[in-house]
């Protein structure tokens, strides 16, 4: 019953709408717009949820008590933050390029929005399969760069632009590590399906068989969202806040919302590639696959916000080496030895 619980969900309401004579057309987008609609609220609560866990995280690495006002045990500080921001003035400065510093926000929480609608959350539960699933997940990745320097460059303030250009030589560096890792998933999986690299995994994780991938990929994807010790686009020691700093109200909110939003694609796309996504370790299928895919995912996040709130923040100069010295050279002989090891492996397979 669990496992097929949203499945069968929107095939009873399928059924229903065309029992009651509703042209194929409008059944199909309002199953569209209903998908959407449940993408958006997994990412809305999902987010609130996060950024009271990682208070709460790094209250306990610290040894203090973290949120503890606003509900028991201050579970609902993060709403009264949200309402907060929802009630301030969005204050314009004068200076600024208008329509790009008031675009920059809608598009940076546009994107994860976006990247939802491919990831398979369960057996049957992809919103949009695409056959070059991974292609579209780098391409519409790759746009927030152009989003983030916009709010910098748009802000008129020297501190955004310097957390602008930082933004995109981070992006730009650790975006090739990326692909190369994924590069190495799809080599194994034969397919740039998402749903097929995860139908790949049921006998053997690829973090088994991909550990430097896994590796590569787990911290490239930390810096490529940002996260410490890769967080030199906010350094609020050095540039306030990035290109946020001339933000205010809720179109500051759109880009924390948007930050905890692209550390949970982070943590999905491990679960997806390296950690068998909705498959169950050891059997245990008697848990639905869509809560195995949340709980590996959590599991993900852990790791990142146990790295967050242990290692400090390195230099841009220190940041930068590590990516063109260190990870794109491993990851381009990990891509060689994927591609000799698959070689050999069909050789003796025939």
């Known amino acids: 019953m669990g496992e097929n619980l949203f499945v069968g969900m929107a095939k009873g309401l399928r059924t229903w709408l065309e ?3 509703f042209l194929p057309i409008v059944t199909d987008v309002f199953l569209m717009l209903l998908a959407v ?3 958006l609220g997994f990412l809305f609560l999902n987010a609130l949820f996060l950024i009271y866990y990682d208070r709460k995280f790094g209250a306990w690495v610290q040894a203090r008590l973290g949120p503890n006002r606003v509900g028991p045990r201050g579970i609902f500080q993060t709403v009264a933050d949200t309402l907060k921001l929802f009630a301030k003035e969005i204050f314009i400065p004068n200076n600024v390029d208008r329509w790009p510093y008031l675009l ?16 398979p959350f369960g057996k049957g539960m992809v919103p949009y399969d695409l056959n070059l699933g991974v292609l579209y997940l780098v391409a519409v990745t790759s746009v927030e760069t152009i989003v983030l320097w916009m709010a910098g460059w748009s802000s008129n303030n020297k501190y955004s632009l310097l957390g602008a250009m930082r933004s995109v ?10 692909i190369f890792a994924m590069l190495s998933v799809v080599m194994m999986a034969g397919s740039m399906k998402l749903s097929d690299i995860v139908a790949a995994q049921q006998k053997v994780w690829f973090i088994f068989l991909q550990p430097v991938g896994f590796l590569i990929y787990f911290i490239a994807v930390n810096a490529e969202f940002k996260r410490t010790p890769f967080d030199l686009v906010e350094g609020e020691s050095e540039i306030i806040s990035g290109p946020y700093t001339e933000y205010s109200g809720m179109n500051f909110a759109l880009f924390f919302l948007a930050e905890y939003t692209n550390f949970m694609i982070g943590a999905i796309m491990v679960t997806t590639l390296f950690l068998g996504g909705w498959n169950a370790p050891f059997g245990w299928t008697f848990i639905p696959s869509w809560l195995w895919f949340i709980i590996k995912m959590y599991f993900v996040i852990t790791l990142y916000m146990w790295t967050r709130w242990t290692f400090l923040r390195i230099r841009i100069d220190q940041m930068l080496n590590f990516a063109w010295k260190f990870l794109l050279p491993v990851s381009l002989v990990n891509i060689f030895v994927t591609g000799v090891g698959l070689y050999l492996y069909r050789m003796i397979r025939w």
């Open 104 to 119: 920059a926000p809608v598009l940076i929480f546009t994107i994860p929005v976006m990247l939802f609608l491919v990831i």
């Open 19 to 21: 029992s009651n004579h």
């Open 37 to 39: 609609v449940g993408v």
């Open 169 to 178: 030589a981070q992006m730009l560096s650790y975006e090739m590590p990326v």
